[in-house]
């Protein structure tokens, strides 16, 4: 079965400073990896995806991420955070199977950007 | 373009009652998937609706069931209410049944 596990349930940094959130796969099958976005009291917004094209991935608001096979990670970065960056991250792969595609979250992150 | 919208926002139930969640995809898209996330948690598949039909099911009871319109809005009915079922409900629609998904706002169901 295909899943995701989000390591650290809880991540702070100082603005400007570098943010990693990570995200480990498994999966028997290639991935098509996510980050969603989730502000407080909203629904999902994709940052980014992973889809079998090039490996380093950029988002919206300046996040990327890498899809590492060798270490099974999808970890996802920016350079230098802002204090709108406060925000729960998850983490998803999609599952596809002959009715359809569903998505996998992970447990999130929530992200905490300091002065 | 309206993305997914979800009505109602909020909703206060007891325990036993029967709730009804109504989505609208966004526009072009005619598959809808139903999420639960509860306070805490990432979001947990419950359905996936194709052509008025269910297409796949998450490990959900009965008590959960849906339904999709010729327009391509959908319901989730919860039946039974648990205290365990407050969560934050999300719809997500896409162009087809393997697409990308695109998520509505949300309902916040409570129930006591």
């Known amino acids: 079965a295909q899943s995701v596990t989000q390591l650290g349930s809880h991540v702070s940094v100082s603005e400007g400073a570098l943010v990693l959130l990570r995200c480990n796969y498994s999966s028997s099958v290639p991935p098509y990896l996510f980050w969603y976005v989730q502000y407080p009291n909203q629904g999902l917004q994709l940052l980014l995806k992973y889809t079998s094209a090039a490996t380093l991935v950029k988002g919206i608001n300046g996040f990327e991420a890498e899809f590492k096979k060798s270490e099974t990670s999808f970890h996802l970065t920016k350079p230098s955070a802002h204090m709108s960056d406060a925000a729960e991250y998850f983490c998803a792969v999609s599952v596809f199977t002959g009715g359809g595609n569903k998505l996998t979250f992970g447990t999130g992150t929530q992200l905490k950007v300091e002065l | 373009d309206a993305g997914v919208t979800q009505s109602p926002t909020h909703l206060i139930k007891t325990r036993g009652q029967q709730v009804t969640l109504r989505c609208s995809p966004k526009s072009g898209h005619d598959t809808v998937s139903w999420y639960q996330q509860a306070l805490g948690q990432g979001p947990q598949f419950i359905f996936q609706?194709?052509?008025?039909?269910?297409?796949q099911r998450g490990n959900f009871p009965d008590r959960f069931s849906g339904h999709q319109f010729p327009n391509y809005s959908s319901e989730l009915n919860v039946n039974a209410l648990l205290l365990g079922d407050s969560a934050l409900y999300l719809c997500?629609?896409?162009?087809?049944?393997?697409?990308?998904?695109?998520f509505g706002p949300g309902t916040r169901l409570t129930v006591l």
């Open positions: 609706y194709y052509e008025e039909e269910e297409r």
């Open positions: 997500a629609s896409s162009p087809d049944r393997f697409g990308e998904q695109f």
